[in-house]
C-alpha cells in the first residue's frame, strides 16, 4: 500500500518535551501552567504524520526557570540514546524564557550529526493564534532534514533557524521574540520546506558524562551607574566558584568596582561581558580606570561575544569538568570569538 510505504521510509524524530508555555493550559481559574505532555503535543499536531515517524518522550514538565544545567547534561545523553537508537533527528520543546542558555548548553555538550532543535511557545494552547504546533511542526521539518544535519543543536521559532551560540530572547510577549543580533537566523522554513543558508564553520565540545558533579555556581552580576561592588568580597564567602560580570558597553565599569575585582580575580575566575547585547568586549580601546584594559591587565577573562547568560553557562559546564585557568582562558577565546576558526574541544582528544 503506498500510504504504508511512505509512511515507513519518513525519517525517524524524538520529540522531547521539558514543560514551558508550549505546554502549558489554564486549569479553572488559575493561570496557565506547564501541563501537556510530548505524546499530547504530538497527537494535537497530526501534520507531523507527513514529516517523521514520531517518538514522543516526557522529559521534564516546568517552566524553563526551573531547568538546570544538570538537566542539560541528563538530556543530551537521553538525545545520544535516542539517536543510538535509530532517531534522525531530535525536537525539544521548551519554555522561551531560558532557551538561550539551554540551546547553547546543548550545542556545547552534544557531539552528534543528527540535528537537534529546540522551540517553544510565546501563547499558549488555550490563546488564539497560539505558535506552538507551528513552531514544533517547523522543529520536526528541520530535526527530521538532511540540510541541518552536523550543525548539533538549533532554535527553530517563528519559522527562524537560529544558532545557540547568538540566539537570544528579546522581547517578553512578542511572537518574534527570538533574534540573534550579531549575525540573524542561519536559516529559516517556507512551505514546509528548512533552508539553512549560513553554516558555522567549526563546532565547540565539552564533554560531561551524566554522572558529573554538581554542577558549581556562577555569579552574574550586571554593573549600574553608581555600583560601588560592596556584593563583590562577599562571592567567595557564599560559595560562588566563578563571577560573570556584565559591564557597560565595551567592559566598563565603575573605578569603585575595580579593586574588588581585581581581588576577586585572584581567587576565582571572572569573566569580562558586556550588558549592551550585542558585540564583542573591547581589547584595547580605553584606558581609564575601569576600563577594559584596566579590568583585562588585573586578571579578568575577556567573554567575547557572549553575554552573561552564555558566559555563565559556559563557565559553569568547564568549571564542572575541572577545567583549569588556561583551558576556561582558551575557551572563551576560542567560543567567544567566532570566526577565528578554533574549535574548542574539552578534554582534549
Ligand atoms: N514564558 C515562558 C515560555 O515562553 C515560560 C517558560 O519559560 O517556561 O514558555
Known amino acids: 500500500m503506498p500510504a504504508a510505504k511512505a509512511q515507513t521510509s519518513l525519517p525517524r524524530v524524538t520529540v522531547f518535551s521539558t514543560g514551558g508555555t508550549i505546554a502549558s493550559i489554564p486549569s479553572g481559574a488559575s493561570a496557565a501552567s ?111 532534514s538532511p540540510v541541518a544535519r552536523g550543525l548539533g543543536a538549533l532554535v527553530v521559532f517563528n519559522d527562524e533557524v537560529h544558532l545557540p551560540l547568538f540566539v537570544r530572547k528579546t522581547h517578553t510577549a512578542n511572537l518574534a521574540t527570538f533574534r540573534s543580533p550579531l549575525t540573524g537566523p542561519i536559516g529559516w522554513i517556507v512551505e514546509n520546506r528548512p533552508r539553512i543558508a549560513l553554516r558555522p564553520s567549526v563546532r565547540h565540545a565539552i564533554r560531561l558524562s551524566a554522572s558529573a558533579q554538581a554542577i558549581p555556581q556562577v555569579a552574574l552580576l550586571k554593573a549600574a551607574i553608581g555600583d560601588d561592588g560592596r556584593l563583590l568580597p562577599s562571592i567567595v564567602s557564599m560559595g560562588y566558584r566563578g563571577l560573570v560580570l556584565e559591564a557597560m558597553g565595551g567592559g566598563h565599569v565603575p573605578r569603585a568596582m575595580v579593586a574588588p575585582l581585581a581581588d576577586l580575580a585572584q581567587h576565582i575566575p571572572v569573566v569580562l561581558t558586556s550588558r549592551t547585547g550585542a558585540g564583542e568586549v573591547l581589547r584595547g580601546t580605553y584606558g581609564f580606570p575601569g576600563s577594559e584594559t584596566d579590568l583585562l591587565a588585573r586578571g579578568l577573562i575577556h567573554g567575547g561575544i557572549l553575554d552573561g547568560p552564555k558566559a555563565r553557562v559556559l563557565l559553569a559546564l568547564l568549571l564542572a569538568s575541572d577545567a583549569p585557568r588556561e583551558t576556561i582562558e582558551t575557551a572563551f577565546s576560542s567560543i567567544g570569538t567566532p570566526g577565528t576558526e578554533s574549535a574548542f574541544r574539552w578534554p582534549a582528544p
Not at 54 to 81: C, H, K, N, W, Y
Not at 136 to 144: F, N, P, R, S, Y
Open 34 to 144: 506547564p501541563a501537556l505532555t510530548a505524546d499530547q503535543l504530538v497527537a494535537a499536531l497530526p501534520q507531523l504524520d507527513s514529516v517523521a515517524r514520531i517518538t514522543a518522550i516526557p522529559f521534564r514538565q516546568v517552566a524553563s526557570s526551573e531547568l538546570t544545567l544538570g538537566d542539560m547534561i541528563a538530556l543530551a545523553a537521553e538525545i545520544e540514546l535516542a539517536v543510538a537508537g535509530g532517531a534522525d533527528g531530535v525536537a525539544i520543546t521548551q519554555g522561551t524564557d531560558t532557551l538561550e542558555e539551554t540551546s547553547f548548553a546543548l550545542q556545547l555538550l552534544y557531539g552528534g550529526e543528527a540535528p537537534v532543535v529546540l522551540t517553544g511557545a510565546m501563547r499558549n494552547p488555550a490563546l488564539p493564534g497560539a505558535d506552538g504546533p507551528a513552531n514544533l511542526l517547523g522543529a520536526a521539518q528541520l530535526a527530521a
